[in-house]
């Protein structure tokens, strides 16, 4: 059983790699929209300036096998999944474009394999089944002296 979820997970890292690597990044501005863009400052609404810079939309990704393999397994144990499930939706088909909204919607069946067969319901290990059954007779004699 170990080895076909190391199987899967490899699997679905492997494929999460090709589909999104490089894929899940934004710029500090908003109105840029490419990696290449996204350099020198920029005003803020508030009128402030700043730098722009290229950063992930989430901790994890998929920028490498390793990563591939933290963001499969947090998607099996459900664990922020959903944020990952947005930002592969919302990723663009070339790498170093910033995010769009709902513009890979079909990407969410990726996800959706990945989350089934953590959900399924595991048969129960015969090793994990213990009876024990315990008799205990007690037999007192009591006699009585005067």
Same mark, same amino acid.
Request: hydrophobic residues 45%; charged residues 20%.
């Given at each position: 059983?170990?080895?076909?979820?190391? %199987?899967? $997970?490899? /699997?679905?890292?492997? %494929? !999460?790699?090709? %589909?999104?690597?490089?894929?899940?990044?934004? +710029?500090?501005?908003?109105?840029?929209?490419?990696?290449?863009? +996204?350099?020198?400052?920029y005003?803020?609404?508030? !009128?402030?300036?700043?730098?722009?810079?290229?950063?992930? /939309?989430?901790?994890s !990704?998929?920028?490498?096998?390793?990563?591939?393999?933290?963001?499969?397994?947090?998607? +099996?144990?459900?664990?922020?999944?959903?944020?990952?499930?947005?930002?592969?939706?919302?990723?663009?088909?070339?790498?170093?474009l910033?995010?769009?909204?709902?513009?890979?919607?079909?990407?969410?069946?990726?996800? %959706?394999?990945?989350?089934?067969?953590? +959900?399924?319901?595991?048969?129960?290990?015969?090793? $994990?089944?213990?009876?024990?059954?315990?008799?205990?007779? $007690?037999?007192?004699?009591?006699? $009585?002296?005067?």
């Amino acid at each position: 059983m170990c080895t076909v979820g190391v %199987l899967l $997970v490899s /699997i679905f890292s492997i %494929l !999460g790699v090709n %589909l999104f690597s490089g894929r899940l990044h934004y +710029c500090t501005n908003t109105a840029v929209r490419s990696r290449a863009e +996204c350099v020198g400052d920029y005003v803020t609404a508030e !009128g402030a300036t700043e730098v722009m810079a290229w950063r992930r /939309i989430i901790a994890s !990704g998929f920028d490498n096998y390793a990563q591939g393999v933290l963001s499969v397994f947090e998607i +099996c144990t459900l664990e922020m999944w959903p944020d990952l499930l947005v930002a592969g939706v919302d990723s663009q088909a070339e790498p170093d474009l910033g995010p769009q909204r709902n513009v890979r919607a079909w990407l969410f069946v990726y996800f %959706l394999l990945c989350v089934c067969p953590s +959900c399924s319901p595991r048969p129960q290990q015969p090793w $994990v089944r213990v009876r024990v059954r315990v008799r205990v007779r $007690v037999r007192a004699k009591v006699r $009585v002296v005067n």
